[in-house]
């Protein structure tokens, strides 16, 4: 069965820094690779995907994820974050090519200081 | 990018009553959509995969006869929570699936059984 594991349940940042989602998934084949963001009480938007290709995907508010299939990893990276980008964030895996629901990561909560 | 709506947004009811929340796709057809449940600070877990014209598929442990589904059109499925009690208080979300394997979420339905 497919798994995402999202290490960090929390992660604070000061505004402006940087900032590195950490995602590792366990899937036998190929899998399809989602991230999607969330704030208090609202639905999920999709930041980027990765079906196949290359490997970097470049995604909306600035963000990108690099898939490694060596490390079974796809993490999310801003190289300068705003206030506005603190929320709940969620990576997915999704097998049979994207017929079957998506499995989520428990997700990671950022922070951003002033 | 796609959208997919659901309503009612927020639902509060009476121990013992039946909720129905509905999920359209509003401007692209859904062969398969996905209802997930989400519970405070936790992940959403799939609940089952709806096709239209077809019977639901569950995923363990989710009670069928609890919670129909029902995907009587491209652009519409529905959950109704039969007999609902205060455990099934929870944020329910949808996803539609588009061609191409991408999914979008509805922005989530919170019901509270009082």
């Known amino acids: 069965a497919q798994s995402v594991t999202q290490p960090d349940i929390h992660i604070t940042v000061s505004e402006g820094a940087s900032l590195e989602l950490r995602c590792n998934y366990s899937y036998g084949a190929t899998p399809y690779l989602f991230w999607y963001v969330q704030s208090p009480g609202q639905g999920l938007q999709l930041l980027l995907k990765y079906f196949s290709g290359d490997t970097l995907v470049q995604g909306i508010k600035g963000f990108e994820a690099e898939f490694k299939r060596s490390q079974s990893s796809f993490n999310l990276r801003k190289p300068s974050v705003h206030w506005s980008d603190a929320a709940e964030y969620f990576c997915a895996v999704a097998s049979g090519g994207g017929a079957d629901g998506l499995t989520f990561g428990k997700g990671t909560h950022l922070i951003i200081q002033p | 990018g796609a959208v997919v709506s659901q309503h009612p947004s927020w639902v509060i009811c009476k121990s013992g009553t039946s909720v129905k929340i509905e999920c359209r796709s509003l401007?692209?057809?859904?062969?398969?959509m996905f209802w997930y449940r989400q519970f405070p600070k936790q992940s959403l877990m799939l609940m089952a995969t709806?096709?239209?014209?077809?019977?639901?598929?569950?995923e363990q442990g989710v009670e069928k006869d609890k919670f129909l589904i029902n995907h009587a059109s491209l652009t519409l499925s529905t959950l109704t929570v039969t007999s609902a009690h205060p455990e099934d208080s929870s944020f329910y979300i949808c996803?539609?699936?588009?061609?191409?394997?991408?999914?979008?979420f509805g922005p989530g339905t919170r019901l509270l059984v009082l």
């Open positions: 401007d692209f057809q859904a062969t398969t």
């Open positions: 996803s539609a699936r588009e061609t191409g394997a991408a999914l979008y």
């Open positions: 709806s096709n239209e014209g077809s019977k639901a598929t569950y």
